[in-house]
């Protein structure tokens, strides 16, 4: 569960372009802009949330449908 949780922040802060990579002709780095991987990550929530309760509230409406066939 740590694991999944932890892949999630790092996925938000590389959509939101927190982390960056920089090459030169002698070594690799990574990048970590502190204040736009918080940013991206509570965006990235937000969104998660929403979305959420949007398909909570869209099941709430279906329960009212009637899905039997009649022949």
Do not use: C, H
């Not at 932890?6 to 927190?18: E, M, P, T, W």
Request: glycine share 6%; aromatic share 8%.
């Amino acid at each position: 569960m740590i694991k999944f949780i932890i892949s999630v922040v790092i996925i938000l802060a590389l959509i939101g372009g927190a982390i960056q990579f920089v090459s030169t002709a002698e070594s690799w780095a990574l990048v970590v802009n502190k204040e736009a991987a918080m940013s991206s990550i509570q965006n990235g929530a937000i969104a998660v949330y929403e979305f959420i309760k949007e398909l909570i509230a869209d099941a709430d409406q279906i329960k009212g449908v009637d899905l039997a066939i009649e022949k």
